[in-house]
């Protein structure tokens, strides 16, 4: 199974900045995904992040507030853009490859916005 | 769209067996998961179902019926560490690999 490790684990920040939230790896995979997990609820597919091209996002999210980059097949970013106190949340990062089905996840960033 | 349903607290006993629902509405089916999340955790991986039946893994068994849009995770045995919410999730088709769509998850709390 793929491990992913996602940095910062947590931040806490001021409102009208942006944060880059790392995820990288340790075996090359096939798709990457951003989640966002509101306190106490499941969790909201972001984008699907693409190697090498644009993101792929879902309705409601937009390129502007979540740039989001795929350099390579081990590693990708999220950035949290001007940000509010409604982006605190936490952030996940999860990779599919061709040998399993499941998707891992990295352990989250969780953000607070003040 | 889809829309994927499950309850969102259930409470057992220590020992005993648990049942939790999910039904969904998919415009494509590619298979269903479940994942466990301890709080402040990420979600952990325990059982995917693509055909119809049951699938069993130790204390937790899935099960799925496709033409229903149903599936239920029994975990048997119950330990205060099962204590978590776990996650539905359902696969769409697609070329490759799609993404996951998440139900709201069912907080399972184990009593003594």
């Known amino acids: 199974s793929a491990v992913i490790s996602q940095k910062p684990s947590r931040d806490i920040c001021q409102r009208g900045t942006s944060l880059t939230i790392q995820c990288q790896v340790d075996?090359?995979?096939?798709?990457m995904f951003w989640y966002r997990q509101q306190p106490g609820q499941s969790l909201t597919l972001i984008a699907t992040a693409n190697q090498g091209s644009e993101a792929t996002y879902e309705s409601g999210f937009v390129i502007d507030k979540f740039p989001i980059s795929r350099p390579n097949l081990t590693f990708s970013t999220l950035t949290v853009s001007n940000m509010s106190p409604e982006d605190s949340s936490i952030y996940l990062c999860?990779?599919?490859?061709?040998?399993?089905?499941?998707?891992?996840f990295g352990q989250g960033t969780r953000l607070t916005v003040v | 769209g889809q829309n994927i349903d499950q309850p969102t607290e259930m409470t057992a006993t220590e020992g005993a067996i648990v049942q939790i629902n999910c039904t969904y509405q998919t415009s494509g089916f590619n298979g269903l998961f479940w994942y466990q999340q301890h709080a402040g955790e990420a979600p952990t991986f325990l059982s995917y179902n693509v055909l119809d039946g049951l699938e069993e893994k130790g204390r937790f068994s899935s099960f799925l019926s496709r033409s229903k849009g149903y599936s239920y995770l029994l975990l048997k045995e119950l330990q205060m560490k099962d204590s978590a919410s776990y996650l539905c999730?359902?696969?769409?088709?697609?070329?490759?690999?799609?993404?996951?769509?998440f139900g709201k998850g069912t907080r399972l709390s184990v009593i003594a």
């Open positions: 075996s090359q995979v096939t798709m």
């Open positions: 999730a359902v696969r769409d088709l697609g070329s490759g690999n799609t993404p996951l769509v």
């Open positions: 999860s990779a599919m490859d061709n040998v399993n089905t499941e998707a891992f």
